[in-house]
């Protein structure tokens, strides 16, 4: 199922929301009174664009090619910043470096381990030898979660005793996955609260041990967040980029809000690209991101 299918039926219970209201301030019209103009900025802001990307929406919904109607010219520039990094699209298959190493960061509560497992299992499926490696060494439950994916998505596994040494971890894992020709190692991070200093310099730890053990390491460094958290997921994505250099966000809980308008504001402002986007509870229901696809469904 494509991510326009999915966000299409993720979005069924919330399209009378935010999202759902600015289609229909649109529906029929070339061009919005200057009331309707101010009822849209109001709208994309409750929608967690933010004010850098609203000012850039309204600007082109307001000047941009008058051949198009309002809607049209909405989605041309919704695209356009979406595909600002384009070039930053995940691969996830036939890789010609191996193994890849791909280390995932996150808080705590925003799906981080459980899109491990998903993430995983969609590499899988395209046909890639997978080991997790569970360095959340905080939390018990984070270990034997993982374990219980690599078993259920046939993939290898790394972990240690509760409260061992994440950077540890992480070096065994790549020496792991070295030695057993693995085709992608996906790395967990403990859930670290990214108002914590301490917190993050020990992933900063986690990121340049991988380096040193394998020259051109990590591959990919992944943020997982939670949309439904608004614009407290720009702020985790601001302060994780300033520790580590982020390559892609994976953006879970999409079909739990009508405000996915955060990651435009991610991209506008922090130049990141959303890669995945987790549209439900499935295993099958983390998609790779297609900024078109997602337009269409939450605008239509």
């Known amino acids: 199922m494509s991510i326009f299918k999915?966000?299409?039926e993720g979005l069924s219970k919330t399209r009378q929301g935010v999202l759902g209201r600015i289609s229909e301030l649109f529906t029929g019209k070339k061009a919005l009174s200057a009331s309707e103009y101010g009822e849209l900025e109001e709208l994309l802001l409750l929608a967690d664009v933010g004010p850098r990307a609203a000012?850039?929406?309204?600007?082109?919904?307001?000047?941009?090619?008058?051949?198009?109607?309002?809607?049209e010219r909405l989605k041309r520039e919704m695209l356009a910043i979406l595909a600002a990094n384009s070039n930053c699209k995940l691969q996830i298959a036939n890789f010609s470096d191996k193994p890849q190493v791909w280390l995932i960061a996150g808080?705590?509560?925003?799906?981080?381990?459980?899109?491990?497992?998903?993430?995983?299992?969609?590499?899988?499926a395209n046909g890639s030898k997978v080991m997790l490696a569970a360095a959340d060494t905080y939390r018990a439950a984070a270990i034997e979660q993982l374990e219980l994916w690599s078993k259920k998505i046939g993939a290898g596994f790394v972990g240690s005793a509760?409260?061992?040494?994440?950077?540890?971890?992480?070096?065994?894992?790549?020496s792991a996955a070295m030695s057993q020709k693995t085709?992608?190692?996906?790395?967990?991070?403990?859930?670290?609260?990214?108002?914590?200093?301490?917190?993050?310099?020990?992933?900063v730890k986690v990121h340049s041990t991988i380096a040193k053990k394998m020259p051109g390491a990590p591959h990919q460094t992944l943020l997982v967040l939670d949309a439904t958290t608004g614009q407290n997921a720009l702020s985790q994505a601001r302060l994780f980029s300033e520790a580590i250099p982020?390559?892609?966000?994976?953006?879970?809980?999409?079909?739990?809000?009508?405000?996915?308008?955060?990651?435009?504001?991610?991209?506008?402002e922090l130049k990141l690209p959303v890669v995945l986007a987790g549209v439900g509870e499935g295993v099958g229901d983390l998609k790779v991101f297609d900024a078109e696809e997602f337009v269409e469904g939450v605008l239509g």
């Open 183 to 203: 085709d992608v190692l996906l790395i967990d991070t403990a859930g670290r609260l990214h108002t914590q200093k301490h917190l993050r310099d020990e992933l």
């Open 107 to 124: 808080v705590n509560g925003s799906g981080k381990t459980t899109t491990i497992g998903k993430l995983g299992n969609m590499l899988t």
């Open 162 to 174: 509760p409260g061992a040494d994440p950077a540890s971890v992480a070096f065994d894992a790549v």
């Open 6 to 8: 999915s966000l299409k």
């Open 55 to 71: 000012e850039k929406l309204l600007g082109s919904v307001k000047n941009g090619d008058q051949e198009l109607t309002a809607i």
């Open 246 to 268: 982020i390559s892609g966000i994976v953006l879970t809980k999409l079909d739990g809000t009508a405000k996915g308008g955060i990651m435009l504001a991610i991209a506008q």
